[in-house]
């Protein structure tokens, strides 16, 4: 791979990082909104949505990870 490829795959990289910082304490906010909710709430539409979303954040942030590291190999690292 040539330096010029590389060094997109690097600012990608850097964007895939960023993405994450800003979506992981979204994903923790969440998880804990739902967490603090009584038995009753959680089992209620508004717990269901809220856990249903902090398992779709999960699930991102995980995707994200995995893209980073898929870039990682591309490059040979």
């Given at each position: 791979m040539n330096k010029s490829r590389r060094a997109i795959i690097a600012k990608v990289?850097?964007?895939i990082e960023e993405a994450?910082?800003?979506l992981e304490p979204v994903?923790?906010?969440?998880?804990?909104?739902?967490?603090?909710l009584s038995?009753?709430?959680k089992n209620a539409?508004?717990?269901?949505?809220?856990?249903?979303?902090?398992?779709a954040l999960d699930s991102a942030?995980?995707?994200?990870?995995?893209?980073?590291d898929f870039c990682e190999e591309a490059v040979g690292g």
């Open positions: 990289q850097g964007l994450k910082e800003l994903r923790d906010e969440e998880q804990e909104s739902f967490d603090n038995d009753g709430l539409e508004k717990g269901q949505a809220a856990e249903a979303a902090a398992s942030c995980d995707s994200l990870q995995e893209a980073f």
